[in-house]
């Protein structure tokens, strides 16, 4: 079993920046794949950003470029670096986990799921406005 808290949601300007963290706990050993999606209110959740043990990476388009995913193993968490924030950055932030992650297929595609995931934090929610 794996247990994820994230942490570091909060308010934020247009344009400005927010870092998330999430900490696992448990079978960590056990983990290849971490994520972070998002879910926008009355929409779905939505892979923002993913990164494996090897340290390839996969981010949604929206996110390119203003985004980065990152890891500290010695810590076993995974942060979010959100910088030049837009109000559609607005929403739940979750991470996730799972000991394979999307199928090399998806992964070429670009295609991050839910399904993907078998752990999951609580969330940390984010909102950006003027």
């Known amino acids: 079993q794996v247990t994820l808290v994230e942490s570091g949601g909060g308010s934020a300007q247009i344009g400005g920046s927010l870092k998330l963290s999430c900490a696992a706990s448990?079978?960590?050993?056990?983990?290849?794949?971490m994520a972070w999606f998002r879910q926008a209110p009355g929409k779905g959740r939505e892979g923002v950003a993913t990164?494996?043990?090897?340290?390839?990476?996969l981010y949604d388009d929206s996110v390119k470029g203003r985004f980065t995913i990152s890891r500290d193993t010695a810590k076993n968490t995974v942060y979010l670096q959100m910088n030049a924030l837009k109000p559609e950055d607005t929403g739940m932030y979750y991470c996730?986990?799972?000991?394979?992650?999307?199928?090399?297929?998806?992964?070429?595609?670009?295609?991050?799921?839910?399904?993907?995931?078998?752990?999951w934090g609580q969330g940390t929610q984010v909102t950006v406005s003027s």
């Open positions: 990164l494996t043990n090897g340290g390839s990476t």
């Open positions: 996730a986990a799972d000991s394979e992650g999307p199928h090399p297929g998806s992964w070429a595609l670009g295609l991050v799921e839910e399904k993907d995931f078998k752990y």
């Open positions: 448990g079978y960590t050993y056990s983990i290849y794949c």
